[in-house]
């Protein structure tokens, strides 16, 4: 059986799934309604939400509205356009306006629930097990990057890192669907150098770390 050397690690290694996934990218998602509005599926709902996150940003971060401020200015308003459509449609004999009851099922906000649970659950669970030293290659890079996000959390306030992480939720599942096979290969090629920067650390720093001789047993008497 031939052995390979550990940094062997060439081109015609087998290819893995970004994160070692094996379902598709809808499935990861969580299906349903959210992975259509996450994958512009429906195009028209993908970009009327991200329309309105967007005006909401603008109205909060930019124009610094207050909240109880904007939600009694549009309560107001829509209060307005309401009574003025009834009573001008009882004036003049018109049909009056059709509001619905309900805009979203309870399907909508139950699947969303679902998918959001499964996801925390799944993230808490691998950060239990990086935090352990399962995985230590994933422990310093969750170091860095935690870093670096502390990092940028100095620069941006918590709206503005809402609003982005919005937006990746909004363009990243998209773009990774839509190419595929060419993140996978440079995502491939990154994570063989990560790999080989490691081993190189284990073999030239961790493995000198001086340890205790291990403890004897001592026989019974």
């Not at 060439?10 to 994958?39: C, D, H």
């Not at 001008?88 to 699947?111: G, M, Q, V, Y």
């Not at 990560?194 to 047993?217: C, H, Q, T, W």
Request: glycine residues 4%; aromatic residues 16%.
């Amino acid at each position: 059986m031939p052995i390979y050397s550990s940094d062997s690690d060439n081109e015609t290694t087998p290819r893995t799934k970004l994160f070692g996934r094996q379902r598709p990218i809808r499935s990861v998602l969580g299906g349903g309604q959210v992975a259509g509005v996450l994958l512009w599926e429906n195009k028209k709902v993908s970009a009327a939400l991200s329309f309105g996150m967007t005006i909401l940003w603008f109205l909060f971060e930019v124009a610094e509205y207050n909240f109880v401020t904007l939600f009694s200015h549009i309560s107001i308003t829509a209060m307005l356009i309401v009574f003025i459509w009834c009573t001008s449609a009882e004036f003049f004999n018109w049909n009056p306006p059709a509001i619905p009851r309900s805009i979203l099922d309870k399907s909508t906000f139950h699947e969303f629930a679902l998918t959001f649970h499964e996801r925390f659950n799944q993230a808490l669970s691998s950060f239990v097990d990086i935090a352990c030293g399962k995985q230590p290659a994933l422990f310093f890079v969750a170091i860095f990057c935690l870093y670096i996000l502390s990092v940028i959390g100095n620069y941006f306030t918590f709206l503005n890192f809402l609003y982005l992480c919005f937006v990746c939720l909004q363009t990243l599942p998209f773009l990774y669907n839509k190419y595929e096979d060419e993140v996978e290969r440079y995502a491939g090629k990154l994570t063989r150098e990560v790999k080989k920067m490691y081993r190189r650390f284990d073999s030239n720093v961790l493995n000198k770390i001086p340890r205790g001789a291990p403890v004897k047993e001592k026989k019974g008497r």
